[in-house]
């Protein structure tokens, strides 16, 4: 299973991605199957900053959380 320590939104974009494309699903498969746009989906998996995130990820850094992320290998 992989393991990722995430830091900044794009480290999260990354693991998005990855996951999404191990399931075998497409962006706007997964956007249909959650309600939300295509467009929201292209804009998290590129990791664009948005003022949640960038928030959020100030505030763990400066409590010293980090966070490990980890999530299906298909291929095992």
Request: hydrophobic letters at 40%; zero cysteines; a negative charge.
């Amino acid at each position: 299973m992989p393991r990722l320590s995430a830091r900044k939104p794009q480290d999260l974009a990354a693991v998005i991605r990855a996951a999404r494309e191990e399931s075998g699903l497409s962006q706007a498969e997964l956007a249909d199957r959650l309600g939300f746009s295509r467009d929201y989906m292209i804009g998290l998996e590129s990791g664009q900053p948005n003022t949640y995130a960038t928030r959020l990820f100030r505030v763990l850094h400066e409590l010293g959380i980090t966070i490990d992320v980890d999530y299906p290998d298909h291929d095992v």
